[in-house]
């Protein structure tokens, strides 16, 4: 719900979300990715996996994001 109220605002739209999460079966992040959300990483988050999602995400947001 929270994905769908972000992507349908224009002020928020373009904000790239990653989900981090203690439980992330295939269907959640299915979900989330479906919403909107530019990756799903579970928990523990590696530190190094969080950096290449988020470098990923600002790459495919462009400029200003």
């Known amino acids: 719900e929270l994905l769908a109220r972000l992507r349908a605002a224009p ?3 373009g904000i790239p979300v990653l989900v ?3 439980h992330a079966p295939a269907a959640l992040a299915e ?3 479906a919403a909107g959300a530019a990756a799903v ?3 523990p988050l590696d530190a190094r ?3 290449a999602a ?3 995400a600002l790459a495919a947001a462009g400029p200003g994001a």
């Open 20 to 22: 981090v999460t203690a």
């Open 31 to 33: 979900r989330a990715r």
């Open 49 to 51: 996996a969080f950096r």
């Open 54 to 56: 988020l470098d990923r």
């Open 11 to 13: 002020d928020t739209a």
């Open 41 to 43: 990483l579970p928990k």
